[in-house]
């Protein structure tokens, strides 16, 4: 684990060079491809580690190279690397840890397009794959073959936040030398830290809460230099899905405001979640740590908090019910990704199949609707809640 800093120190000043930059508050944004040596001894020196020198923007880049020391701090782990999406950086993370004959464990409803690399992409190249229910220990352990090399875990889960037990799971792994990698999109560093947990790989969109201003399509994997520079010399530099270093500053910008986001996020929501749970036209709050939540005690363990996640289940008797509701909000945008400034509302199970009111492939309630939450005043969001719940 690397030095642990404070949360003020990573966000405002941890990987910055204020002198070099001229005193600049702001660093600049590297906007470039290449870089020059004075010498072959110099040139020949860097070449030797993509990683830690400015060589070749695909490697590494100083402007990157700032958000990657505040992401591991954030995460406390010793390294991380940035990517040009989530996906982009779950790929190479499970792509470095395998070979043809291998085996992967992935939790029951991960991510869609987790879902899509693990059950689709992997067995195209005689890597095998069971999906088990990440909240039972025993499954898991029942799945761990020979040729197991990974577990892919995502803790809380998209749409039905479900928690696995982290620091059992990572226990478990550890004694059958299998490598865990867990999204932790949901909760952010702020919220929930895997590696703390022994988790080896901790995955983000950082689309999403880090972030956290809807501009940038990102994607972040943190762990051990070990395992970083593995994953570094495989997928990172091979497959190439990096992130610009203009992509790179409006991440460093997002971060600089993550504490008071998260705080003002955790808050309202905590007010959006007491609401919901007492509204009759709601049948169900799916929300980590929340009065109604079967895993509550596994959530006070492992998380500070929920996030501003939630996903809700609506007592509309019709799927016209729900589109009434959906339709009716004025402050939730209705869109997919999460995690921004804004509010928004995501009618999933109705939009996936295309307006029929039966469980989608996915296993998923028909009335279920899933809430970002967002910066706006939380007296106003409710009152947008409750005027469009009326309309159901
Ligand atoms: C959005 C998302 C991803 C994928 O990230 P992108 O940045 O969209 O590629 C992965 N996991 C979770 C939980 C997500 O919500």
């Not at 696995?164 to 952010?188: F, K, M, P, W």
């Not at 405001?257 to 996020?265: K, P, S």
């Not at 009335?367 to 106003?380: A, D, F, K, T």
Request: glycine share 8%; proline share 4%.
């Amino acid at each position: 684990m690397t030095d642990e800093h404070t949360l003020s120190f990573i966000l405002n000043q941890l990987g910055e060079d204020r002198d070099s930059y001229r005193g600049a508050v702001t660093p600049p944004i590297f906007e470039t491809s290449n870089f020059a040596f004075a010498t072959v001894a110099a040139m020949r020196a860097a070449g030797q580690d993509e990683l830690a020198n400015a060589f070749y923007t695909r490697g590494n880049n100083p402007t990157v190279e700032i958000l990657r020391r505040k992401l591991a701090a954030l995460e406390g782990t010793e390294d991380a690397l940035v990517f040009g999406s989530g996906a982009g950086a779950i790929a190479a993370g499970v792509l470095a840890a395998v070979r043809a004959g291998d085996h992967v464990l992935c939790v029951q409803k991960p991510y869609a397009w987790t879902r899509v690399l693990v059950r689709d992409w992997l067995p195209r190249f005689g890597v095998s794959v069971s999906f088990v229910d990440g909240g039972d220990l025993a499954a898991i352990e029942a799945a761990l073959t020979e040729r197991t090399r990974m577990i892919v875990l995502e803790s809380p889960n998209s749409l039905t936040m479900e928690l696995q037990d982290l620091a059992a799971i990572a226990a478990l792994a550890r004694t059958r030398g299998v490598r865990t990698l867990c999204d932790n999109s949901y909760a952010s560093p702020l919220l929930q830290r895997p590696a703390d947990l022994g988790i080896d790989l901790v995955m983000h969109s950082a689309t999403k809460y880090l972030n956290g201003h809807s501009d940038v399509v990102a994607g972040v994997l943190c762990g051990s230099r070990a395992l970083i520079q593995e994953v570094f010399r495989g997928p990172f530099m091979t497959f190439g899905a990096i992130p610009g270093p203009f992509e790179a500053w409006l991440m460093l910008r997002g971060l600089r405001t993550l504490g008071v986001r998260m705080e003002r996020v955790v808050r309202t929501t905590a007010r959006i979640v007491e609401f919901l749970e007492r509204h009759p036209k709601i049948a169900r709050v799916y929300y980590p740590g929340s009065s109604g939540d079967p895993q509550r005690d596994l959530a006070r363990t492992q998380m500070r908090s929920g996030s501003g996640m939630l996903s809700i289940e609506v007592r509309a008797e019709d799927v016209a019910g729900i589109e009434r509701f959906c339709d009716s909000l004025k402050l939730f945008l209705m869109a997919v990704s999460w995690g921004g400034h804004e509010s928004l509302v995501w009618p999933l199970a109705v939009v996936i199949r295309d307006g029929r009111a039966e469980s989608n492939r996915t296993g998923l309630p028909w009335n279920l609707v899933r809430l970002s939450i967002g910066l706006e005043q939380p007296e106003e969001l409710i009152a947008d809640l409750e005027q469009a719940l009326v309309q159901v």
